[in-house]
């Protein structure tokens, strides 16, 4: 069976299509103590889902965590823009239960094990991270690697 352009709107999600690109979040607060970061979102312009309520999806819940492990790059290497060579690496989450509120959703993100290494004429930093929204609503683990000329290492391995 081949199904053409016209057939497949029919049958797929309108927010993975158009409405998690219009959601907006804002990060309201961070407190970062040196490895741990708590950070609390509001999410706004929300679409809903198909039965008719709104949830934080997937799709919205990674390019948030991202940006915080983008902002505590930042604090934790003394940097005043955000890092080039960001990067996710892997990402595993499991979604216990949905999440439908809209304000102070919190984010925790626990950074263990960094670990060095050099990859050509540069230094490459490790980071893995235990991940939990919304208590335990979604949670899971991650790694980051950041390549980066104006990072200074600092070794604080757990």
Request: overall charge neutral; aromatic content about 8%.
């Amino acid at each position: 069976m081949i199904l053409q352009s016209k057939e497949l709107k029919g049958l797929m999600l309108n927010y993975l299509s158009v409405g998690y690109r219009q959601e907006i979040y804002e990060i309201i607060s961070m407190e970062i103590d040196e490895q741990r970061v708590t950070a609390s979102v509001d999410l706004n312009n929300l679409v809903l889902h198909s039965d008719g309520q709104y949830h934080l999806s997937s799709t919205l819940a990674l390019p948030l965590l991202q940006q915080i492990a983008t902002v505590y790059t930042c604090i934790d290497n003394g940097l005043t823009s955000p890092p080039g060579g960001l990067m996710l690496l892997d990402m595993s989450l499991k979604f216990r239960k949905a999440i439908r509120e809209q304000r102070n959703v919190l984010f925790l993100m626990d950074f263990k094990n960094s670990r060095i290494a050099r990859k050509g004429s540069g230094i490459v930093l490790y980071k893995d991270v235990k991940i939990s929204i919304n208590d335990y609503s979604f949670h899971g683990c991650g790694s980051f690697m950041l390549t980066e000329s104006r990072v200074h290492i600092q070794s604080r391995d757990n």
